[in-house]
């Protein structure tokens, strides 16, 4: 049972244009969201998080918006670099008083194209 | 320092060896996971050590033994794996189990195959 999807395998976005990376989580109880990119060869990054108390969060160029009734979540990358190609990997744990643990998500490819 | 290391890069073993995967860091975490990976899936978590104590094991067969001598080192000890367990297995730190929220740094990890 696949409780965070990230339903787009791949994704191809021109340079300098904006890459939207869409993840949906079927677990309400999940209250903190993360968003991993992972290059060839080595192993995942935390890029940015959200609590469920937020809709938004913004860092640099990255922006995580959640729709906690839709039960999704997005990471907008703008403008889109070469250097952002990779695999992003959705994440999403429960708050259980230092117990928790992610979840992740199958991952999407993103290519920049020059 | 924000590095996980992760020793050996790569290991090939036989299904009636005994090998072990290292895990180093020096960040003062006290927090290390280890995940495992299969092609085009997510990583798995597999087990977590808070404060040099497991404090998750996810229902993993007894082949894989984890070990925490001390804050900055985990190991991952196999014995008697089945090829099903090749995969790319992957260490991460945390400051504290609580806050893996907020930001857990992982290795490059170590690709198994079990022949």
């Known amino acids: 049972d696949q409780q965070v999807k990230q339903n787009s395998p791949s994704l191809s976005v021109q340079e300098g244009r904006i890459s939207i990376l869409n993840c949906d989580y079927t677990n309400s109880m999940f209250d903190y969201f993360l968003w991993y990119k992972k290059y060839p060869a080595e192993g995942p990054t935390f890029l940015i998080s959200?609590?469920?108390?937020?809709d938004k969060n913004e860092d640099g160029r990255f922006t995580v918006f959640l729709n906690k009734s839709a039960k999704h979540l997005s990471l907008h990358i703008v403008p889109s670099q070469p250097g952002d190609s990779a695999v992003y990997f959705c994440?999403?744990?429960?708050?259980?008083?230092?117990?928790?643990?992610?979840?992740f998500g199958t991952g999407t490819r993103l290519t920049i194209i020059p | 320092d924000t590095e996980v290391t992760q020793t050996p890069k790569h290991l090939v073993m036989g299904m009636t060896n005994k090998k072990s995967l290292k895990c180093e860091q020096h960040?003062?975490?006290?927090?290390m996971y280890w995940y495992k990976q299969k092609a085009k899936k997510p990583p798995e978590l597999m087990f977590v050590?808070?404060?040099?104590?497991?404090?998750i094991n996810e229902s993993v067969p007894s082949r894989f033994s984890p070990e925490c001598p001390n804050s900055s080192l985990l190991n991952l000890h196999l014995h008697a794996l089945q090829p099903e367990d090749s995969a790319l297995y992957l260490c991460?730190?945390?400051?504290?189990?609580?806050?893996?929220?907020?930001?857990?740094?992982f290795g490059q990890g170590t690709r198994l195959t079990v022949v």
């Open positions: 994440a999403a744990s429960i708050s259980n008083f230092g117990n928790e643990k992610l979840t």
């Open positions: 050590y808070s404060y040099e104590k497991l404090s």
């Open positions: 991460a730190s945390s400051q504290d189990q609580g806050v893996i929220n907020t930001e857990a740094f």
């Open positions: 960040m003062g975490h006290r927090a």
């Open positions: 959200i609590s469920s108390i937020k």
